[in-house]
């Protein structure tokens, strides 16, 4: 595998995610909504250079993945599966999704169904580091460091980054109750 690196945060990832939004959505199936999510949809945070966009869909059978590949996205065989944190017991269908990368600018597709536990997790932790930019920029550090120790090794690098994100997931979920979070209209 190719090095991996964290970039500072750069400005036009908005603006990314939006030329990207409008290939998904020329693909996506109807009602579906999307979400710019990850770490480059967090103001200032740094990220690998990849934007991750969420399709959120009623059913993953509604989508049409050659649809999908014509808009200039390569999908993984299968369904694909989210982390589950531990202590959590989850039924696979909450962590159920369809993957794709772009074979253009780098993104990610994640394809996953509307009140799922992986549809709401990427939203609540978004905003959750939004919201809270001393969070944020613990994570920021804490991604830096891995990429340093471990720029070669993508395993490694989310076999203590995905814990990192069930501790935040915790402080997130306590304070989506606190304010009301809950999942926002499409980006």
Not at 96 to 125: D, I, M, W, Y
Request: charged share 25%; proline share 9%.
């Amino acid at each position: 595998m190719s090095s991996m690196t964290i970039e500072p945060a750069n400005p036009a990832w908005p603006d990314d995610f939006v030329v990207l939004k409008r290939a998904v959505l020329r693909a996506a199936p109807a009602g579906a909504i999307i979400h710019h999510i990850g770490s480059t949809a967090v103001p200032g945070l740094p990220a690998k250079d990849v934007i991750d966009i969420q399709l959120t869909v009623d059913d993953l059978d509604q989508v049409d993945r050659a649809a999908v590949e014509a808009q200039g996205f390569a999908g993984h065989p299968g369904l694909a599966g989210d982390h589950c944190p531990p202590g959590l017991d989850l039924p696979e269908a909450e962590l159920r999704k369809l993957f794709f990368r772009s074979t253009g600018r780098a993104a990610h597709l994640h394809v996953r169904e509307r009140g799922r536990f992986n549809q709401r997790f990427p939203l609540l932790c978004r905003d959750f580091l939004r919201a809270h930019p001393v969070a944020a920029g613990a994570y920021a550090l804490i991604k830096q460091r891995l990429m340093q120790r471990f720029p070669d090794d993508a395993d490694a690098y989310y076999d203590i980054k995905d814990p990192v994100f069930d501790i935040i997931i915790e402080g997130a979920n306590d304070w989506a109750m606190l304010v009301g979070w809950s999942p926002p209209p499409g980006d």
